[in-house]
């Protein structure tokens, strides 16, 4: 080798070191395999009591079963009835799983995200890709890797249906919760996870609940590969407010703690372009693999931080 061909290798080395270093968890090609399936064509949008909404829970249930998720419900399924002025049906499903916590008093993390979506309106497919296909990709990675390194708390993972109907799914979950309410400690909710032209992933919740910016600071810190930027959960005119922009409103709005993952409206959003070739790869691996370093963090240091909410 010439020595300048050697200093040149050498070079590259000391450049990629930082990202090499940094190992990702989640699977990138199962996690993108995830979105192909489930923003298909043939799920038509997964409208809420559809055919589509059905093939997507028996390939969600597959993968539950596959980890060997607890099932808290029969075949992991919550049924609801929809009563809403858009819609009225007797078919919503919930798909929820158990991975039990190592520590028995550490209390329950619901991590939630929606698997609905628009279903086709004037012939056109509202795919949802970004929205939400991808956080349910992430949900089923992280339980992946939580189902073979057992976590403290116990960890609940929720495909909630009809979050586009009001959240009617996410509601018939807190009142019917399979287990105590005085255990359910956080809500960890991901929607919209893998389109940003700006490269930014907003953490919302924590000017709800400050200790979660506390104990998720070292983990924004060390991000280097996307832009983590904390918000959109004040009245603050500037910025949206997401407080009730998703599932975690259900959570919110009986004080228990929330924090939500999720990119800013972008172009293709409600729209039949969301489709899997519109969103990000890189930037979608990228910010799964943030939130699953996020949910790992929590895990490791939430519960003593907390006290019961009547001494709040
Ligand atoms: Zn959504």
């Known amino acids: 080798m010439k020595k300048s061909n050697y200093y040149f290798i050498l070079l590259l080395v000391v450049l990629t070191f ?5 190992e990702q968890k989640i699977d990138a090609a199962r996690l993108l395999q995830h979105v192909k399936i489930l923003a298909a064509d043939s799920l038509s949008g997964r409208r809420t009591c559809s055919r589509g909404a059905e093939l997507a829970r028996n390939y969600l249930r597959g993968y539950f079963y596959r980890l060997q998720l607890q099932p808290l419900f029969e075949s992991f399924s919550q049924k609801f009835t929809v009563e809403t002025e858009r819609l009225t049906c007797t078919e919503g499903v919930n798909l929820i799983g158990l991975i039990k916590g190592r520590k028995t008093d550490a209390g329950t993390i619901v991590v939630s995200a929606h698997y609905d979506h628009l279903g086709i309106k004037n012939g056109e497919i509202f795919n949802g890709a970004d929205d939400n296909a991808s956080g349910v990709a992430a949900l089923l990675e992280i339980a992946n890797y939580f189902s073979k390194n057992k976590p403290q708390h116990d960890l609940v993972f929720c495909a909630f249906d009809a979050e586009e109907l ?3 799914g996410a509601r018939a979950f807190i009142e019917n919760l399979p287990f105590n309410r005085e255990n359910l400690k956080l809500n960890f909710n991901i929607d919209m996870i893998s389109i940003s032209p700006k490269n930014e992933l907003f953490i919302a919740g924590a000017s709800h609940y400050p200790v979660l ?3 998720l600071s070292s983990v924004v810190q060390k991000e280097q590969r996307i832009n983590i930027r904390w918000g959109h959960d004040t009245p603050e005119p500037r910025y949206q407010d997401w407080t009730f922009a998703s599932d975690h409103r259900v959570f919110h709005r009986v004080q228990i703690p929330f924090i939500y993952f999720g990119v800013e409206d ?4 409600h729209q039949p372009e969301d489709t899997f070739e519109h969103i990000d790869q890189d930037f979608f691996v990228d910010a799964a693999n943030f939130v699953f370093e996020a949910l790992l963090q929590l895990d490791n240091s939430f519960s003593k931080f ?5 001494q709040r």
């Open 266 to 269: 972008h172009s293709f959003y």
């Open 18 to 22: 930082p990202l090499a270093a940094k």
């Open 213 to 215: 910016k506390t104990r």
């Open 166 to 168: 009001n959240s009617a």
């Open 306 to 310: 907390l006290r019961p909410p009547a």
